[in-house]
C-alpha cells in the first residue's frame, strides 16, 4: 500500500500499517494490514461460526461478553493511554472511554436482551410472535474520533443479536481496536469476532464482500458510496455519518449558560465530534454579549498534548484534517468573516496538528464553513433578527444530526419543534433519556443505533403466525 504524501500521519507499506501519535508526529506502533484478497475466507469462516453463536440464547452470549468486562477493566488504564496517543484527545477522556467500553458491557447487553425478546401481537383471530433474528454476518466499520465507543456501539448489539462480526476500524487508530478485541476475543469463541485492517480499500472489500449488514460510521460521502455499493445485493445497512449542528440562541436565554456550552460544545475533542456545535444563530438582542463570553470561556480552556496534564482541547487528528479547517477559515475570512479570536488561516494555525480555538462573527450561508462540516476547532457566530430567521438558517442543510436551542423552556422547546435534526436539545445537548436512539435525519444517516428499535435493526424480524381458534 502507497504512502500518502498528502497526508503524513499514514504510512502504509505493503504489509504494515504505522499509527502516528498526532501531538508528536512519532510513530504509536505498528499493525499487519489485511490483504483483501482474505476478506472473502474470512467472511466463510465467520459464516461458519455464526451457525453456533447464533444458535446459543441471547442469556448465552450475554454472559460470554459480560465474562470479558473484568480483564477489559483491569487493562481499561493502558488501553485508554494508547487511545490518546494514537488519537490526540486528552489522557482522562481516554481512559474515560476504554472504562465505559468495558464497565458499560453488561448494561448495553441486558438492554439489547430486552429489545430483542420476541414480542407478541395478538387481534380476535390471530396470535403472531414477532421474533429478532440475527442476519448471519455483519461488517462494522468505524471512525477515529471515538476510537473505542463506535466500535462498541456496533459490535456489542451486532454480536448480541447472533451475528458474527468482521470489524474495520480507521486506519488511524487500529492499534487501541486491536486491544479492545483482543479482550473480547479471550473470551469469545473463534471467528466470532474478527479484525480487519486497513484503510478505504479494505472497507470497500468488506462491503463488497457476501456479508448481510454493513454498520458504518462515518463520513457523509463514505456513507453513500457504501449505500450504493450494498444496493446491488439487497444489503442492509446502518449509516451513523456527519452533521452541521446549529445551536439557536433565543432573546431570552441565559447568556452565560449557552455561551459556556457553546464552548464546550465547539471545542471538544478538538470539535472533532459528529455532533459538535458547527453553527450558532444567536438573537442580535444579545449577540454581542454572547460572543463575548462564548471567547472567555475558549481561551480558558487549555490546548496541548492530549499525555500533559490540565489539557482540555488536544491536536487534531493528521495534517489532512487540519488543512481541511484551516481552508475553510481562510475561505471565510476572505469572505468577510470576523476572527474573533484564533486563527486567520494558515500563518496564524499553529504548530504541527494543533489549532487555536477559533471564534468567528459575521459568518453566512454563502461561506463553506457554514455548509460542509468542519469538524474542527471553530465556532461560528452569526447574528439573527427573528426566531423565523434563526429556524429557517437553522434547517438550511443537507444535515441532520443534533441541534439544540437555547431560551424560556416553552420558547425553546416551541422553537425544537421546527428543526429537522433527528436530535434536539432544550437548554443542553442532544442526549436523550435511557433507551433513546442515536438517530440523523437527512443525509447524516440512515437507520439508527440505540434503544429497543435501534437494537432491533442489527436483526431480521419474522413473524409467526396462527389461529387463536382453540386458545
Ligand atoms: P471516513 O468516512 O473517512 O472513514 C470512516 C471509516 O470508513 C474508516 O474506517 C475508513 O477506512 C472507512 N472508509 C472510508 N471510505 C470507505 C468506503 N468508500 N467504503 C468502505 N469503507 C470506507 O470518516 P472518518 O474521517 O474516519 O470519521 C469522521 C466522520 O465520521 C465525520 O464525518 C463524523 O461526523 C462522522 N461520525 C459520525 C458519527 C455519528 O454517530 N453520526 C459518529 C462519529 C463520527
Not at 504524501?5 to 505493503?14: F, G, H, K, Q
Not at 447464533?54 to 470479558?68: P, Y
Not at 488501553?79 to 481516554?94: Q, S, Y
Not at 440475527?134 to 451475528?163: C, D, E, H, K
Request: proline fraction near 6%.
Amino acid at each position: 500500500m502507497p504512502t500518502s504524501p498528502s497526508d503524513p500521519s499514514l504510512a502504509l507499506t505493503p504489509q504494515t500499517l504505522v499509527s502516528i501519535d498526532p501531538a508528536t508526529g512519532e510513530p504509536v506502533g505498528e499493525i499487519l494490514v489485511t490483504p483483501e484478497d482474505h476478506i472473502p475466507q474470512m467472511v466463510r469462516d465467520a459464516r461458519i461460526a455464526q451457525r453456533s453463536w447464533g444458535a446459543m440464547t441471547m442469556e448465552q452470549r450475554g454472559d460470554i461478553l459480560k465474562s470479558a468486562v473484568p480483564h477489559l477493566v483491569e487493562q481499561a488504564q493502558r488501553i485508554g493511554e494508547l487511545l490518546t496517543r494514537e488519537m490526540g484527545k486528552p489522557r482522562a477522556m481516554g481512559i474515560g472511554e476504554a472504562t465505559y467500553c468495558a464497565k458499560g458491557i453488561p448494561e448495553e447487553v441486558d438492554s439489547i436482551a430486552e429489545a430483542l425478546e420476541p414480542e407478541i401481537l395478538e387481534d380476535d383471530a390471530l396470535r403472531t410472535t414477532m421474533r429478532f433474528d440475527p442476519y448471519g454476518v455483519v461488517a462494522a466499520i468505524t471512525p477515529w474520533n471515538f476510537p473505542l465507543l463506535m466500535v462498541f456501539q456496533s459490535v456489542i448489539p451486532a454480536l448480541m443479536a447472533g451475528n458474527t462480526v468482521l470489524l474495520k476500524p480507521s486506519e488511524e487508530t487500529p492499534l487501541v481496536a486491536r486491544e479492545w478485541v483482543a479482550g473480547l476475543n479471550e473470551f469469545l469463541p473463534p471467528n466470532v469476532l474478527q479484525l480487519v485492517i486497513g484503510d478505504e480499500r479494505q472497507g470497500k472489500a468488506l462491503v463488497e464482500a457476501p456479508i448481510d449488514l454493513v454498520v458504518f460510521t462515518g463520513s457523509r460521502e463514505a456513507g453513500k458510496h457504501i449505500l450504493r455499493e450494498a444496493s446491488g445485493g439487497l444489503k442492509r445497512v446502518i449509516l451513523e455519518l456527519g452533521g452541521k449542528d446549529p445551536m439557536i440562541v433565543l432573546g431570552d436565554a441565559d447568556v452565560d449558560a449557552a455561551a459556556a456550552f457553546a464552548a464546550r460544545n465547539s471545542f471538544r475533542n478538538t470539535g472533532q465530534v459528529c455532533v459538535s456545535t458547527e453553527r450558532i444563530y444567536v438573537d442580535e438582542s444579545i449577540a454581542d454579549a454572547f460572543t463575548e463570553k462564548l471567547a472567555e470561556k475558549a481561551a480558558a480552556m487549555k490546548v496541548g498534548p492530549g499525555m500533559e496534564s490540565g489539557v482540555e482541547i488536544g491536536p487534531m487528528i493528521n495534517r489532512r484534517q487540519k488543512d481541511h479547517v484551516v481552508d475553510q477559515v481562510e475561505a471565510s475570512v476572505r469572505e468577510g468573516a470576523r476572527v474573533i479570536m484564533g486563527c486567520h488561516g494558515p500563518d496564524d494555525a499553529g504548530d504541527g496538528n494543533f489549532l487555536p480555538l477559533t471564534v468567528l462573527a459575521d459568518v453566512d450561508h454563502d461561506m463553506e464553513i457554514m455548509r460542509e462540516e468542519t469538524f474542527g476547532p471553530v465556532a461560528c457566530v452569526m447574528s439573527v433578527r427573528s426566531d423565523d430567521e434563526a429556524v429557517r438558517l437553522a434547517n438550511d442543510t443537507r444535515f441532520g444530526l443534533a441541534a439544540c436551542v437555547w431560551g424560556e423552556s416553552s420558547h425553546a422547546e416551541e422553537i425544537a419543534g421546527r428543526l429537522t435534526a433527528g436530535m434536539i436539545g432544550v437548554n443542553q445537548g442532544c442526549g436523550g433519556a435511557e433507551g433513546s436512539p442515536w438517530v440523523g435525519a437527512r443525509e447524516s444517516g440512515f437507520g439508527w443505533h440505540g434503544g429497543r428499535y435501534g437494537h432491533r435493526q442489527f436483526c431480521q424480524v419474522r413473524t409467526i403466525s396462527r389461529s387463536r381458534k382453540n386458545d
